[in-house]
């Protein structure tokens, strides 16, 4: 009795969430934002605030959104999805890897699906992922050309201060005597 209700709750998020999908790809925020108001259940209308502030180009938003489903039940795949590159988008690689290592593993353990669909999933699980230490490495090679700048400009102001101060120890003293 419990998974069939399971099942029909999951069927209509689901059917709530294809709605909300094709009034966002049609541009009517004003829409999906209403079906989220008509959403009773709390992941439900999590999930479908995720997806029209992710759209909606809130990717700190979408990852808030995200990280609340994701509290309630931690194998919403879409909202690993959405967490993954909202943090990707922010450039928070931390949470990119660690969220992409979820989608992955989500996506292959994925039941319930068609072949196409899970492939589909688990292409776009490896992408993300790839996306993700990407970023990690672009992080790393940022901090290192940090340090390396910082390195220089703390040296030319050390250089500039040395000769300055063998400029002025040149003009404090004469060859000749004074008369």
């Given at each position: 009795m419990n998974a069939t209700l399971l099942l029909v709750v999951a069927l209509v998020t689901q059917a709530g969430i294809e709605h909300v999908r094709e009034t966002l790809a049609a541009g009517d925020?004003?829409?999906?934002?209403?079906?989220?108001?008509?959403?009773?259940e709390e992941l439900g209308r999590l999930r479908i605030r995720t997806e029209i502030l992710y759209r909606a180009g809130d990717p700190a938003g979408a990852l808030r959104a995200a990280r609340?489903?994701?509290?309630?039940?931690?194998a919403q795949i879409d909202?690993?999805?959405?967490?993954?590159?909202?943090?990707i988008w922010l450039e928070d690689a931390a949470d990119?890897?660690?969220?992409?290592?979820?989608l992955v593993q989500a996506a292959e353990t994925l039941v319930g699906q068609g072949p196409e669909e899970r492939r589909a999933w688990q292409e776009s699980a490896r992408?993300?992922?790839?996306?993700?230490?990407?970023?990690?490495v672009r992080q790393d090679e940022l901090g290192r050309t940090l340090?390396?700048?910082?390195?220089?400009?703390?040296?030319?102001?050390?250089?500039?201060?040395?000769?300055l101060w063998f400029v002025l120890r040149s003009q404090g003293r004469s060859s000749k005597p004074v008369s």
């Open positions: 925020f004003h829409s999906a934002w209403a079906a989220l108001g008509a959403e009773s609340a489903g994701l509290g309630i039940d931690a909202l690993l999805y959405h967490a993954t590159g909202a943090a990119a890897v660690a969220y992409s290592a979820r992408n993300l992922a790839a996306r993700s230490e990407a970023l990690v340090k390396r700048l910082r390195f220089v400009s703390v040296g030319g102001v050390v250089f500039w201060l040395v000769a």
